[in-house]
C-alpha cells in the first residue's frame, strides 16, 4: 500500500537525490547497535538507491550488533553492514539516516555532518531540519514501513530477503502489533509477508541463545526492585548493550506493572530503557529528565532508551549512578524513591 504522502516525497525524494552529485558514493547509516527496524531500514534503502538511482551504496552501523536475533536476521538473510570503523568517511559524498536523527548521540555522524537524507519515526529534532530531505513519520510504528512504501513506489522490486527483513522489522519493532503501531505498518505486512520466508524467519525469532544470555537474566532476577507499580533490574557489566531493551521488554509482563526500567554497564556507559503499558506516556521524554545534560537518550511514546557515561560523573561509582538512574525514574513517575525495595521471587510459589 502506497500512502498518498509517499507519492508526494517520492516526487521530492526523486528531486533530492537527482540534484546531487552524481559521483559520489553513498553512505546509509543506521544508529548504533541496530534493531531489526533500522537494519531492514538501511537494506531497503540501500536497494532503492542502488538500483532506482544506480549509486554505489555502503550501508553501515556503529556499536555492535549484539542480540541473537538481529546476528541472526543478518546472516540469514545476507545483509551486508560495514561497521564504521572501517569506513574512510572521506569516500563518502552523500550520506542518508535511517531509524535515527543527526545529534541524538545514537550514531557515528561526524557531528558537522549535514545528512542528505534522514528517515525516522522518533520526534524530529531540530538539527534534522536541516537535512535535504526529511520523512519522520511519528505515527508509524516502524521505520522500515516508510521505506517499505519507498521500495513499492520506486517499482525497484523486492526480494525473499528484504521481504523478511521488513516483515520482522514491522514485528519486532511493535512487539507483533502488540504496541505502538498504525494502519500503514500492518498494510506493509501484509504486502511483504507473502514474499518472506517463513523458514528463514522462524530462525530469526528463536536463535540459539549464548550462556551470556542466560547469566544476565539471572543477574536481573537476582536483582529486581519495584515501587508500586514500577519494576526495576541492574544488569551491571553486559556482554552487549542491546539485552537492557530486552530485559525491559520482559519485566513489563510483571503482572500489577506499568513501567519497567532496566539498566546494564557496557564500555564506560550506563545504558537505561524504559518501557510502559499506558499509550498516552512520553517515555522518551521521562527518558531524557532522567538522565540530564550528561547524558543522550530520547524514544517514542512508550518505549526510550539511553545512557551516561560512568567515568565523566561526580556521582562517581557505576553503581551510584544505577541508584540515581532509578531514584529519579520513581521520584519522576511521583512515587517515593525511599520505598524503592528489592523484589523477593521467593522459591517460585
Ligand atoms: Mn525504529
Known sequence: ?????????????????????????????THDNPDPDSIASAATLGRILRVAFRHPVTT?????????????????????????????????????????????????????????????HHPIRRATQKAGFTDIRTDYGATATILAEYLEISG??????????????????????????????KAAFDVFFPQADIRALARIQSPRL???????????????????????????????????????DLLLRLEGKT?????????????????TTNPRADAGRLMRRILGRRGKGGGHGMIAGGWIETNDDPRSTAES??????????????KNPDRLAPLDLGNGG
Not at 218 to 233: D, I, K, Q
Not at 321 to 334: I, T
Open 1 to 29: 500500500m502506497i500512502t498518498d504522502l509517499t507519492r508526494e516525497r517520492w516526487t521530492q525524494l526523486q528531486q533530492q537525490v537527482r540534484g546531487c552529485d552524481a559521483t559520489g558514493r553513498w553512505l546509509v547509516l
Open 60 to 120: 553501515a552501523y556503529g556499536g555492535i550488533i549484539g542480540r541473537a536475533e538481529n546476528r541472526e536476521m543478518v546472516r540469514a538473510l545476507g545483509i551486508h553492514l560495514t561497521h564504521s570503523r572501517r569506513l574512510n568517511w572521506k569516500h563518502y559524498r552523500h550520506v542518508a539516516l535511517v531509524d535515527c536523527q543527526p545529534g541524538t548521540g545514537n550514531n557515528q555522524l561526524p557531528e558537522e555532518w549535514i545528512p542528505d537524507l534522514v528517515f525516522d
Open 156 to 185: 525497484v522490486g523486492s526480494n525473499k530477503r528484504l521481504a523478511t527483513a521488513l516483515v520482522y522489522a514491522i514485528r519486532s519493532e511493535t512487539q507483533d502489533f502488540g504496541r505502538e503501531f498504525g494502519g500503514a505498518d
Open 210 to 248: 549464548p550462556l551470556s544470555y542466560f547469566a544476565t537474566l539471572h543477574r536481573s532476577l537476582a536483582s529486581l526492585e519495584s515501587v508500586s507499580t514500577l519494576v526495576v533490574s541492574h544488569l551491571g557489566p553486559v556482554a552487549q548493550p542491546d539485552i537492557v531493551p530486552e530485559i525491559a
Open 259 to 275: 513501567w519497567s526500567a532496566c539498566t546494564g554497564l557496557y564500555d564506560n556507559r550506563l545504558y537505561m530503557s524504559l518501557r
Open 321 to 334: 549512578l544505577q541508584r540515581h538512574v532509578a531514584r529519579r525514574f520513581a521520584q519522576l513517575l511521583k
